[in-house]
Nanobody, 115 residues
């Protein structure tokens, strides 16, 4: 089991930037695929970005070119750099760790994009 703690959310104006961080426990973090999901009020949780154990990445079409996912295995951290934020990016953002059929979620961090 992996314990995940997100941080870095907050209120930002349209066009602004935020960097989300996800701290993971456990000594086998490098073997996990990691992902960021988000859930807006009244909507289903959706995949935002993912990074494999081999550092391959994929992104939702809605965030391509604006968001960047990265990981630091030495620090057991995964990041989501979010630029050119839009009001429709407002959501609770969750970190997810996946290894085989096993997965764990963080508690989420709120991101609000508003003027």
């Amino acid at each position: 089991q992996v314990q995940l703690v997100e941080s870095g959310g907050g209120l930002v104006q349209p066009g602004g930037s935020l960097r989300l961080s996800c701290a993971a426990s456990g000594s086998i973090f490098s073997s996990y695929a990691m992902a960021w999901y988000r859930q807006a009020p009244g909507k289903q949780r959706e995949l935002v970005a993912a990074i494999g154990s081999g550092f391959s990445t994929n992104y939702a079409d809605s965030v391509k070119g604006r968001f960047t996912i990265s990981r630091d295995n030495a620090k057991n951290m995964v990041y989501l750099q979010m630029n050119s934020l839009k009001p429709e990016d407002t959501a609770v953002y969750y970190c997810k760790a996946v290894r085989g059929v096993h997965y764990d979620w963080g508690q989420g961090t709120q991101v609000t994009v508003s003027s």
